[in-house]
Structures are given as structure tokens and as C-alpha cells.
């Protein structure tokens, strides 16, 4: 391990871990970059909140006008260390000293090695294991099902309802939702073949009491199977916790009976982690908590905190069923990214930020949960660990109220609080803390959060909702 003297890599002031509104949000100073961005960036991008950041520590993003916000986004589950952590700071810092690329197809270095020996050793699976490191999630899906075709000489893919793979041509169409991810952007691969979800709030049937929400997905899912033939599936992909698709925690027993059919047809399990992965969840990895092993599992997001890496690893017959040459990419396992994943591993190692995790969730849960019975306008809280939601519906009919998270949303970032939405309605509020961020900045941010709903429950009649 190579250790320089914290003195070295900044000389700035610490960030103060606090709350802080200088201005009206966004500012004028962002308003302005805001304009100027219009005039050079594609309109294509959206954003959550038009500020301009000018540092970013621990749980905390400082804007250009000096504002400070306590981040519930992590940049969407990457910087889950924390913002600049130091110790990815150092790694990284001593590594550009030294190179910031070779092309590991062309020559090596041994930091992709480690990072591959560390994913070998946590990701679920008693097996012997191999990995290949790329750079972004999207990449790391795509390569998977490359992977799991080779290996199977079969072509389809099994994805899910809810489902968020990527935005790249075959992940978007591994993607349920049409707006914005798929809209216009046809024809799309046609080996993708959608199946139901386990989601325990919707389930299939309408949600009738006593019905086995997992049991009836996993009909559903033989039906489709066998509709297109179970030995003409290559792989099925699966978030062990949906995350664009609204932070639903599948009902117990769905993640191992897709195991079991998975073992029955040949079909090799892709464990999409890419977002609960890492820690987020209170275990290294999501799918732990119903104790089942994807064949191969995906990492990217907060594997290297906040420098583009992601992974596939899995079982090493599958891994090096690819010709030689068959995998690769000018910058997948970049040697900064290489050394910031190993400052990430290192992080981890004492067990103190999956405690965090855990403990994020016990505070959030008892702010956030009365919520369900005291508004009205809360179907259900839920998530696992620093990976939570508050779905905004009507509980009797379930009927949507995407209103509600808007604006709700708005009025917590008017405060100095980043939440981000999410859903197929897009009537949820996710929470992606960082696992360093004090309790302190956390509850102060759940009481902003809190706040802003009970006054939009006591505003908004549910006549109020879209028809
Ligand atoms: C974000 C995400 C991806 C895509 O990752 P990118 O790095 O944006 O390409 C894939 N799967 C899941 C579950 C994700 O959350």
C-alpha cells in the first residue's frame, strides 16, 4: 500500500460537513453557467438540479454561489466512501505520478490483477472465479451477455419488468422504461425478452392479500420461458434491487427461485449489482441478503469512488469461454480507476461502512416510516441499508402521484438537500447517502425531507392527483 502524507494532496480548508443556503438555489452564479451551458451542451442532457459544483467532501456538495448541500445522491450510488475520500484521493494522486494509462491489452500493470483478486474473492459464489474490468456499467452488462452467449452458443436474454441495464444500445433495451431511456431510439435488438418482477407493492394479480407475490412472478417467468423456449436463453439479468426502476426490494424467494430456473435450463444468472452493489445495502453485495449467487455479478458505480471502472465476475468457466482478444477496451480497467477500487476495498475492510449502512437505515426508518400512516400519500418505505425510498401513491388504489415527488424533491433542493426521483411512475424519492455521512448532517437532511412532505401531504387533496 502506498501511503503520502494527507498534507500533500490538498492544502484547502476542510469542507465544513454542514447544511448551508448563501443564496437563493440556484444562484445567480449558476444561473449563469446554467445559460452558458445551453449554448454548447446538447440538449439531450438532463439535469437534476442546475447548480454548479465547485468542491465536493465527505456528505456535502459546495456550489459555485456557497451554497452547501447534504447529498442523498452519492452521483447516482457512486461516491457511497464519501466525496474526495482521502484515501482514493492519495492512490489516485501517487498513481498519476507514475502513468495514467497504458491500454492493459497492450501492456500490463498489476493493480488490474488486485482489483480483479479482491471482486474474485467477495462477489457471492463459493467457485473458482475470473473478472474482467471495463469502464462503465453499461459496458459491464453488454459484456456479460457476450460472456454468457459464448459460453451457451444460445442468443436470448431474460430481463425483468422495472428493469434498468444502461442507456447503450443493447442495455436500453434491457431497460423497461421507454421515457427518456428507449424513446426514439429504435429499432433495438430483438433478442430481449421481458418477464414479471416480484415487485411486493404491484405484484402480479393486483397485489390480492395472501397471494405469494414471488411465487406469481415466477409462474410468469416460466410461462415466458417456456413461450420462447427455455434453451434459447443465453442469460437472465437481474438487479438483486431494482434501482432506476424505484428501489424495489423483490419479494422473498423471487432472486432464489430465478436461481433455480436458471440451474434447470442452462441458463447463466447475471446479478446486475452495479448499483446496490459495494456496500450500499449493509453487505458487500445485495444479493447476500437472500443468501443467492449469480453466475457472473456486475460491479461499476461506487466500485471506485467516483473514477469511472466497472466489472463482470464470475464462475471461470464462463469468464474464459471467450476466444483470446474476445473482451477488452482502450480504458476498461484504467490504472487511476484500478487504484482508487483498491482505496475503495480498503475502506471497506473494517466493517465500519456497512455498519453505517445499517444504521442509515435505522434512522431513516424511524423519521421516515410514520409517514406511511400519518399522510395519506405514502404507499410504503422501503430499501435496505443506505439504499431507500419513499413511493408516493395513494395506499388504497396505489394510483401514482409523481406531483408529489416533484415537488416534494424541488422543495428539499430549495433547502440544501439533493434527493433524486425515480420509478416508472416517477413517483418515487430515493436516498443514496454516502456510508461516511454523519448522523448528524443525516438527520437534519430526513427532517428537511420530512418536513417538505407532511406540508405537500396537507396541500395536496388527492383530488389533486392526475386523472
Ligand atoms: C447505473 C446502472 C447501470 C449502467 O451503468 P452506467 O455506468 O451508467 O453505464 C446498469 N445497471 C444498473 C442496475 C445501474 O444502476
Known amino acids: 500500500m502506498i501511503e503520502t502524507p494527507m498534507d500533500t494532496a490538498t492544502a484547502a480548508a476542510p469542507l465544513p460537513q454542514s447544511r448551508h443556503l448563501a443564496t437563493a438555489v440556484p444562484g445567480p452564479r449558476s444561473l449563469q453557467l446554467h445559460a ?17 459544483v465547485d468542491r465536493a467532501e465527505g456528505g456535502i456538495l459546495a456550489d459555485v454561489d456557497g451554497n452547501r448541500f447534504i447529498d442523498f445522491a452519492s452521483g447516482i450510488a457512486v461516491t457511497s466512501v464519501g466525496a474526495s475520500n482521502p484515501r482514493v484521493r492519495r492512490r489516485v494522486a501517487a498513481q498519476l505520478e507514475r502513468f495514467t494509462h497504458t491500454c492493459f491489452m497492450v501492456t500490463e500493470y498489476d493493480s488490474f490483477t488486485q482489483v480483479c483478486r479482491w471482486l474474485n474473492r467477495h462477489t457471492p459464489g463459493a467457485f473458482d472465479k475470473r473478472t474482467a474490468l471495463f469502464s462503465t456499467g453499461a459496458e459491464a452488462v453488454e459484456n456479460a ?4 452467449r459464448a459460453a451457451t452458443g444460445r442468443a436470448n436474454v431474460l430481463v425483468f419488468d422495472e428493469a434498468y441495464h444502461g442507456r447503450s444500445l443493447l442495455t436500453m433495451a434491457m431497460t423497461a422504461k421507454v421515457n427518456p431511456y428507449r424513446l426514439n431510439f429504435g429499432p433495438l435488438p430483438a433478442e430481449v425478452v421481458r418477464a414479471a418482477s416480484a415487485n411486493p407493492l404491484r405484484a402480479p394479480g393486483g397485489g390480492a392479500a395472501g397471494a405469494d407475490p414471488a411465487a406469481a412472478a ?13 434453451e434459447s436463453f443465453a442469460a437472465m439479468v437481474v438487479e438483486p434491487i431494482q434501482g432506476e426502476g ?17 440451474d434447470r435450463h442452462g441458463i447463466v444468472l447475471v446479478m446486475d449489482e452495479i448499483q446496490a452493489g459495494m456496500g450500499r445495502t449493509g453487505t458487500l453485495f445485495a444479493s447476500e441478503h437472500e443468501g443467492v449467487a449469480g453466475d457472473i455479478t456486475l460491479t461499476a458505480k461506487a466500485l471506485a469512488g467516483g473514477l469511472p471502472l466497472s466489472a463482470v465476475t464470475g464462475r471461470a468457466e464462463l469468464m474464459n469461454a471467450v476466444h483470446t482478444g474476445g473482451l477488452g477496451g482502450t480504458y476498461a480497467g484504467n490504472p487511476l480507476a484500478c487504484e482508487a477500487a483498491l482505496a475503495v476495498f480498503e475502506e471497506f475492510e473494517d466493517g465500519t461502512l456497512l455498519a453505517n449502512a445499517r444504521a442509515i437505515e435505522a434512522a431513516a426508518r424511524e423519521v421516515l416510516e410514520p409517514l406511511v400512516e400519518q399522510t395519506g400519500v405514502v404507499a410504503q418505505f422501503r430499501g435496505r441499508g443506505a439504499m431507500l425510498a419513499l413511493e408516493f401513491a395513494d395506499p388504497e388504489t396505489l394510483q401514482p402521484r409523481p406531483d408529489l415527488a416533484q415537488s416534494i424533491s424541488a422543495s428539499c433542493h430549495a433547502q440544501g438537500v439533493l434527493t433524486l426521483t425515480c420509478g416508472t411512475y416517477g413517483n418515487v424519492i430515493r436516498l443514496l447517502p454516502p456510508l461516511v455521512m454523519s448522523e448528524e448532517l443525516l438527520r437534519d437532511g430526513l427532517a428537511v425531507l420530512r418536513s417538505a412532505v407532511l406540508d405537500a401531504a396537507q396541500n395536496a387533496a388527492p383530488s389533486d392527483a392526475p386523472a
Open 36 to 52: 452558458e451551458r445551453a449554448e454548447q451542451v446538447s440538449a439531450g442532457f438532463g439535469t437534476v438540479l442546475p447548480v454548479f
Open 246 to 262: 424505484g428501489f424495489i426490494v423483490p419479494a422473498p424467494g423471487f432472486l432464489s427461485g430465478l436461481r433455480t430456473l436458471a
Open 145 to 148: 451477455v457476450k460472456i454468457a
Open 218 to 230: 415466477l409462474a410468469a417467468v416460466e410461462a415466458t420461458l417456456a413461450e420462447h423456449g427455455p
